[in-house]
């Protein structure tokens, strides 16, 4: 009798194991989804086993030592994916302010002007994660695109560093004007 109470136990515990994998499932991350169904599914495979598991204790033993090996390669996997997560996150964060920055100072001075990189604060734990460090801008030092960026990002002038291109390079490698390159 103790296995069939041991047993309806267990699925009073899937039930609720299944409602909150739906809950966690609406709430968690695309990229986060397939390791908690996995991490869930070994949870629920564990419930359900577990009362015959208890008949004899020897295989229960062996059961437990391969869901620690398959847990600590998912443990394992899951912290290259969560790198792998933050650099992206943190490419497209200025990608975007890239994207914002270039838009609002042809909005606000009239000005399009060829952003060729960002430096950021990319710690994403710090409460100064995204600030601008450094700003590389194509073209000749103008004081009205310091004084927006200070005035908008909070961006002092000395971070921000104008590259004068050549005229040979304009010619060269504008890819907006072919006709202008030389065969």
């Not at 296995?3 to 899937?14: A, E, G, R």
């Not at 391969?66 to 969560?82: P, R, T």
């Amino acid at each position: 009798m103790a296995f069939f109470s041991s047993l309806h136990d267990s699925l009073k515990i899937v039930f609720f194991v299944v409602i909150l994998s739906m809950f966690i499932g609406i709430i968690i991350p695309e990229d986060y989804k397939k390791y908690i169904n996995v991490y869930i599914g070994i949870c629920i495979l564990i419930i359900l086993l577990n009362p015959f598991l208890e008949l004899n204790k020897n295989l229960k033993i062996d059961f437990f030592k391969q869901i620690y090996m398959v847990e600590n390669d998912i443990a394992k996997n899951s912290s290259n994916n969560v790198d792998m997560y933050r650099k992206m996150v943190i490419e497209e964060y200025k990608s975007k302010l890239i994207n914002q920055i270039k838009e609002n100072i042809k909005n606000n001075i009239g000005l399009d002007i060829q952003i060729e990189d960002v430096v950021i604060n990319e710690n994403i734990d710090s409460k100064d994660f995204g600030k601008i460090i450094k700003i590389i801008i194509q073209g000749k030092h103008n004081e009205e695109i310091c004084r927006f960026l200070n005035e908008k990002y909070m961006v002092e002038k000395s971070m921000v560093i104008f590259k004068e291109v050549s005229s040979i390079e304009k010619r060269y490698f504008r890819k907006d004007d072919e006709h202008n390159i030389k065969k």
